[in-house]
Structure formats: C-alpha cells, structure tokens
Nanobody
Framework: QVQLVESGGGLVQAGGSLRLSCAAS????????MGWFRQAPGKEREFVAV????????YYADSVKGRFTISRDNAKNTVYLQMNSLKPEDTAVYYC?????????????????WGQGTQVTVSS
C-alpha cells in the first residue's frame, strides 16, 4: 500500500517558480515509477511528468518540457516537481501518483495510488 500527500502549491505570478513535494508512505514507494498530473476546472486530468523507480529516466508532457523538472529522493520517500517559467495555463490542481507497474506511462489509468492534490494558481 502507498499513501501520498502533496504540498507546496500556492499563488505565483507568471514567470515565477514553484516547487511541489509529494511525501509517500509504504515500502513499495522506491520500486515503482511516480508521476505528476494536473486538472483544471472543467478539464480532464492530464499527464505532466513521470520518473522511473531509480530516477534514471524521466518523461514530460510537451506543454511543460523545458520548464518543469521531476525528481525523487527514495531515502526520504519524496518526489518533487520543480516548476519554472510558470504560465497562467499551468493553473490547476496538481496530483502525484504511483504507477501500478514498472513501466513509465502517461495514462492515468495505469496509476494505482493518488494524492489529494495541491492547488497551483498562476496570475498574469
């Protein structure tokens, strides 16, 4: 079992930066890929980034590539999302998730555990 709690969301001006954290509990955390997703009001949940179990491989949505960086510290049971050059369209509730298996994927249905989400609001 894995439990996830996001933190670090808030209000930031366009062009600013924000760092999200996801604290995990459970012995299986370090053995599976971890992803970040986001959902804006009236929109479907969309993929943001994913990182392999050992942090060696990452994959990003085109909309955030070059601006966001996903990382993890298995010793601290924590995954991070560093967000730079933020845009108003980045405004959403951000969720971290633990995948069902060991394959990196952008599909929400392939993730088994989800956090409660943290709000990110980017003003113009």
């Amino acid at each position: 079992q894995v439990q996830l709690v996001e933190s670090g969301g808030g209000l930031v001006q366009a062009g600013g930066s924000l760092r999200l954290s996801c604290a995990a509990s459970g012995r299986t955390f370090s053995s599976r890929p971890m992803g970040w997703f986001r959902q804006a009001p009236g929109k479907e949940r969309e993929f943001v980034a994913v990182i392999s179990w050992n942090g060696a491989y990452t994959y990003y949505a085109d909309s955030v590539k070059g601006r966001f960086t996903i990382s993890r510290d298995n010793a601290k049971n924590t995954v991070y999302l560093q967000m730079n050059s933020l845009k108003p369209e980045d405004t959403a509730v951000y969720y971290c998730a633990a995948s069902k298996g060991g394959v990196l994927t952008a599909r929400p249905s392939e993730y088994e555990y989800w956090g409660q989400g943290t709000q990110v609001t980017v003003s113009s």
